[in-house]
């Protein structure tokens, strides 16, 4: 396969473009293979490409139902930040964040990666001293010299289009800032796992859906799919909302995920109106928000408070997320919106993940992202391989598992309890 580079990119536009080839294979699927990941969004990919890159496996295979980007992977904010401060969270997504910071260098394949920096805005002195002992917290524990708190002129000089008037409906009285964070593009980071993963052997199989399973003796030996029967010595969930339907296929109850939709948002193109990602909640609002390299202003607020599988927005939602932005930012109330659409999310209790072996034998789980998939997806990636390949969990996700409710183990970022019912 052709590598990027500056003289390739020069000479295909003196040639016509004619020099390009296909960024991954289009393989018939065999009767059988070592590893199956099911799903082909980011983190399935990502799994697939640090199984045959850090650990050399050879004989995997990703199984997509529809085409690479079409579930997920294009329907998100494409915000990355790693300001957690849960432990086991903390040390997950700053370790993603590095791998971001050199993901286009990896990959050979520029997957827009900006750090524009990521602003949380404080409506109150209550809220300024919490969140100052948050970051003072991950200070102590972790490399984060990136993250300081503004104060209200330093906030007005960094974006000066917001509602800083003292009848404003969020009045702002500070912000706390992750510099390295920032923005990816959604595709590219796709397009760039599966040529990765497809240039060190790995069979990506599209348009392969997964409809049953056979097992003998506690393992799946057989994945029933539309394209026929697909062998698996390990196999591995990466389905995001809809782990629980494939969760039933494999025979197994009890899992604590709920499915809802979290619709996103863009505007027409706009003039340069601000250079970071800015987010806020407060008064029952969440709201984020970022301008793209076209000139939109992607920006999104909370999930659907009923449960769904539809990848379709609302006006209720529409209708809450303008307001939000509108009472932040009034300059926008003259924007149209271009499209809208939504994601299946898979939210767990206390708000994160799952990356762990199962009561299959063979079956390994990715699920439970809630909020964070997109930021979570090469740390995600390079976690559940390490999972699989050695066949037991790296400290850092050793209580990511499923068992964690029943021990008594809330890895509770949000402050919002172990209770699905609060995802709304």
């Known amino acids: 396969m052709t590598r990027f580079s500056a003289w390739n990119v020069f000479w295909n536009g003196l040639t016509g473009q004619t020099g390009w080839q296909r960024q991954w294979r289009d393989p018939e699927p065999k009767k059988h293979y070592d590893i199956v990941i099911i799903g082909g969004g980011l983190h399935g990919l990502a799994t697939a490409y640090y199984l045959a890159k850090n650990y050399q496996k050879k004989n995997i295979a990703v199984l997509e139902k529809g085409w690479i980007g079409g ?45 524009r920096s990521h602003i949380t805005l404080l409506h109150s002195p209550g809220e300024v001293d ?50 390295r964070a920032g923005t990816a593009r959604h595709d590219a980071v796709a397009w760039g796992y599966a040529r990765g ?79 970071q990602v800015v987010v806020f909640g407060a008064g029952g609002s969440h709201f984020y928000m970022s301008q793209s390299d076209k000139g939109g202003v992607v920006f999104g607020g909370d999930l659907d408070w009923y449960k769904s599988y539809a990848q379709r927005g609302n006006l209720p939602n529409a209708w809450d997320v303008a307001a939000s932005a509108i009472s932040i930012m009034p300059c926008l109330s003259r924007a149209r919106l271009l499209r809208h659409w939504s994601g299946v999310m898979d939210m767990s209790m206390d708000g994160s993940h799952f990356i762990c072996k199962t009561a299959i034998k063979n079956l390994y789980l990715n699920a439970g992202w809630n909020y964070g998939g997109f930021k979570a997806t090469p740390a995600s990636g390079w976690y559940f391989a390490d999972l699989i390949a050695n066949d037991r969990p790296h400290a850092v996700i050793q209580d990511h598992n499923l068992e964690r409710f029943a021990r008594g183990i809330n890895i509770d970022e949000r ?8 995802h709304g």
């Open 71 to 115: 579930g997920n992977a294009g329907r998100n904010t494409t915000i990355v930040r790693s300001n957690y401060f849960m432990p086991g969270n903390r040390e997950f997504y700053e370790h993603s964040l590095k791998l971001w910071e050199n993901l286009s260098h990896e990959l050979n394949y520029n997957v827009m990666f900006s750090q």
């Open 415 to 422: 402050g919002a309890g172990p209770d699905p019912k609060l």
């Open 130 to 179: 919490e969140v100052a002992r948050r970051y003072n917290a991950i200070h102590l524990t972790g490399n984060k010299d990136d993250m300081q708190l503004l104060s209200l002129d330093q906030i007005k000089a960094e974006v000066p289009h917001l509602d800083y008037s003292t009848n404003a409906r969020f009045p702002i009285s500070g912000a706390a800032v992750q510099k």
């Open 197 to 275: 993963a497809d240039q060190l052997g790995v069979d990506i199989i599209q348009n392969c859906e997964v409809i049953g399973f056979s097992s003998e003796q506690g393992s799946i030996t057989q994945i029933q799919t539309n394209r026929g029967q697909i062998g698996a010595a390990k196999v591995g969930f990466a389905v995001a909302g809809h782990t629980s339907r494939l969760w039933s296929m494999a025979g197994l109850s009890g899992l604590p995920i709920e499915s809802h939709k979290l619709q996103a948002y863009v505007t027409e193109p706009l003039k340069p109106l601000i250079d």
